[in-house]
């Protein structure tokens, strides 16, 4: 590795760390905005203004906000996530479970989802032009225009309600059987799976095209090579940086798509429990489920930029 290729590398990770503070102080602004006051949720209306003033205190929401996100970046640095509010347990011990849930569904999803959309969107880009790639532009661009909640929603009615051939919520817990496991994972997963292979399908292709019409890919066809060969061995590794791209950009709907699906089908994940943590004006949990999702997505992005700095011929050179 040369020193251009460690420079722009070192870059993009202090890029990372520099938007990570940015949004910590974004989440902390956004979650302080909530309405509601989670004080008077845990006592209840029927709480004296002394018992509110006192919990307050107990929890340090007496203090000014600055110095209440100066603590809480200062725990986010050290692994210190606080106390929940509402459970009265650490914040780190709640989303331990969660977050192994939640990591296996999007890993079981990219698992189909990635080498599936790989493969129509290079085969698309193989036979440009022909019916089957006119029928997969055609899908992609249907699929992108319905929402997760719509694709959920249809899945639920049409395999649970009507076909009743998988249930209608997802659980992770311990399973007897491989079938067991599929059937649990079958509908979070199609969903999630359309969330993000439309978009990877229709990026995969363009780039792949992009390069078949560079001149040395163009020479290589003249020069008697095979459809098949000129994308595989031609095309496909040099468009390997903007197909890492596409991959990582499409994974990161999948952080989105997950927050849906784990609502709808009640899957015991780290957006579920955000999302009732909202409910509950659970701050601290709030903040570090956001922060754990805007980490991924950051770290999502900036792989695929390593990925396409190496995999530069100009740069390694």
Known sequence: MNLLIARMILQRMGIV???LLIVSFAVFAVTELLPGDVVEILLGQS?????VAGLRAAMHLDEPAVIRFV??????????????????LGVAELIEGRLFNTLKLGGVTALFAVPL??????????????????????????????????????????FAVYLKWLPALSLAGDVGS?????????MPVITLTFVISAQMIRMTRASVI???????????????????????????????????????????????GVIIVETIFNYPGVAKLMVDAV???????????????????????????????LANPRLRG
């Open 178 to 186: 491989i079938g067991e496991l599929l059937r649990n994972f079958a």
């Open 71 to 88: 603590k809480w970046l200062g725990g986010l640095a050290t692994g210190d996530l606080g106390i929940s509010y509402v459970n009265k």
């Open 279 to 309: 409910a509950t004006r659970d701050l601290p949990l709030i903040q570090s489920c956001a922060m754990i999702f805007c980490f991924g997505f950051l770290m999502l992005i900036m792989i695929a930029d390593i990925v396409a700095i």
């Open 210 to 256: 992009d390069t078949l019409n560079t001149p040395y890919c163009e020479m290589a066809l003249l020069k008697g090579a095979s459809r098949v060969r000129l994308v595989l061995v031609h095309a496909l590794p040099n468009a390997l940086g903007a197909i890492a791209n596409a991959v990582a950009l499409s994974l990161s709907y999948l952080l989105g």
């Open 17 to 19: 760390l520099l938007t």
């Open 47 to 51: 709480a004296t203004p002394e018992a």
């Open 117 to 158: 959309a790989l493969g129509l969107g290079i085969m698309a880009a193989m036979f440009q032009g022909s019916v089957f790639d006119r029928v997969v532009s055609a899908a992609t661009v249907t699929v992108i225009s319905v929402p997760e909640f719509m694709v959920a929603t249809a899945a639920v009615l049409i």
